[in-house]
């Protein structure tokens, strides 16, 4: 790391450069700090690169796709400009070395720092994956360290340098020979079973010193990713067992991430780094501090620290690395973390949901005054529209009316959201880059299921301020303790609908893929090549008693359940009750066929095919 000399941009975009961290072949690496102090990784590109439109046309759409990977074990953009003279990524910065720096510094980890190693990589694949991308280089020098576990780097943009090929220019295979998987080695369509594949070699790595397919030369580390069953026997039981799974050659016999996940929480021990890497990671805080803080003094080549510098090359190109509040390490330094001892509260922990928090989260407990009440007065008690959202309307400072909507709808007006430049709870602030008298502004939580939260503030010219303040302050709520509704032991609110589907009805029904998509806490959609199965649970207001409406909401009774049916030939919708709760609300299910078809006419024969094994596991009133 070196200061920025007279040959270095002042400031890109709203980062002002403080520094350079390296330099390669794709462009350099600088040290950012945003308006709120934050360090971040500028990676500026060179020009000769990208006088190609198709290029820059892929790289933006890279960037967007990655934009939406968020989470407390991935990396996050945070800023771009794809129209520059040489276009330039904002990306969070960690202050914590590679897993690479760390095994070959300290040796291999122990049970410990295999666990949490374990947990994180799962944690990072679900939400790379859930994006959809494939990271393509998963290895030892893209995996940085923190004291709150792994942080994954440089996923999703490798695509937007390849043109979606397989070689580069040379006939060199992209990736790391030792860490990839062996459909990648062949140049293979790849699939998300190909990073579990590499999140296997990395843990192999980090529990023996050395990949388990390394050999003196790049064919035959080839060869031995191909055709060698690798030496796992150094690896400690449970563990060897787990990695062995990843690293079945047959891409369809190893585990998802979300397996992955399971059988790392089950290992023994509590997940911690060794005392040594902890160290080491607090070296990289305290230099983080210095930059932050506009105290670190330039340094001659000589004085370079000797671990490795993280280049930046074609392999690695615009990868992003994780954001490190000063307010939590300045809190860290205090507290001694990373040295000795167990592990304390961060002072900006990351904003995790379990799956049984974010089916029950109250919403309207998320707008209550104690929550929201500097903002304004409120006019009303805050109301829901059902279990998934909430609204309020408050008086601001100068008396005019605003309201605010917090949702764990999917809500996919937000599909093309981008990030904001800002960072909560380790996660990146995403929302439409608008100002007016509606703005909405979200963080997107890494659970099993994944669930955005959304701010909708109107009243003001620009309202947007205001949503980023009462997002944060929702998301503060969250992190010490998230307020939960009470239901009933037999609620279908505790249910996943992903879960209880059957594939096989679905396959006969939808046809292939059958790919079952959760949206939210309480809702799935399957889809296949004949059409869309949707399922979603609710709380509603009761409709037994409802009057026809045309062909429309017609009275029905299905599978012993009350309820309306909308039948329109080829789509169709049943709406059931399934639990009556109080008043005039009651928990009901929501189903629908969508067909890709306009030829097919039997929409709800087909709807009961795949629902009437559903109803057969939900609760009797």
Known sequence: MRQRDRKDPEALGRYRIVGVIGSGGMGRVLLGQGPDGRLVAVKQIHAELTNDSEFRARFEREIHASGKVTGAYTAGIVGYEVD??????????????????????????????????????????????????????LKPGNVLLTNEGPRVIDFGIARALEGDVSLTATGAVIGSPAYMSPEQAECQTLTPASDVFSAGAVLAMAATGVSPFAAVSTPQTLYNVLYVQPDTSGIPEPMRAMVDWCLNKDPGKRPSPSELLDAATQLDGAPVWPVRVRRRVAEYERDALAWSTGEAAPLTEEQQPSRPRREFSRVRALGAVVIVSVLALLGSLLVGIGVKGNAVAMADPPLTLTDREAQLLDMCALLEPDVVGEFGTFASAPQPSDVTSCSVAVDDPTGKRVSFKVSTDFGWAYDDAISMGSVLAWLPVQGNRKEGRTCDRFVQLQTGLRIPINVDASGLTDSCPMAERVLAAIVRRLQVNPPLRKVAANSTQLLNPCAIMDREMNLRVLGDPAAKNPIGAHECWVTGINGEFHLGFGVRTRNDNKKPTGNYDKPTVFGGRHGLIDDRGGFCEYTLTILPTHDELAEQAVARFIPYDTAITDGCDRLRTVLSPVLAKLPQS
């Open 84 to 137: 520059a003279e040489n276009p330039w990524l904002a990306s969070e910065y960690v202050a914590g070395p590679s897993l690479h720096e760390a095994v070959n510094d300290f040796g291999r980890l122990n049970p410990s720092g295999l666990k949490l190693l374990a947990i994180g990589l799962a944690m990072a694949l679900l939400e790379i994956h859930r994006a959809g991308l494939v990271h393509r280089d």
